[in-house]
């Protein structure tokens, strides 16, 4: 498995949600972002500060989160 080094978690951060790099941005912006059809180079331009292994691992920890535990 993938080491998602760029998903943190700090609760004075957006409450504890998972965010890039500490940034004020959620990985739930951006996977809602991917969901309403946005590309990865639109969500780049909106968000300068992000990287394209930004957007990556916020996808792969949207996929781990979502399997459900058996």
């Known amino acids: 498995m993938e080491k998602l080094t760029r998903i943190t978690f700090n609760p004075a951060v957006m409450g504890g949600k998972a965010c890039i790099r500490g940034l004020r941005v959620t990985v739930g912006t951006v996977v809602g972002l991917l969901a309403t059809g946005r590309t990865h180079e639109e969500i780049l ?3 300068p500060y992000l990287e394209r292994e930004d957007i990556d691992q ?4 949207a ?4 399997i459900p535990s058996r």
């Open 58 to 61: 916020a996808l792969a920890y």
């Open 63 to 66: 996929r781990v989160e979502e």
């Open 45 to 47: 331009k909106s968000y």
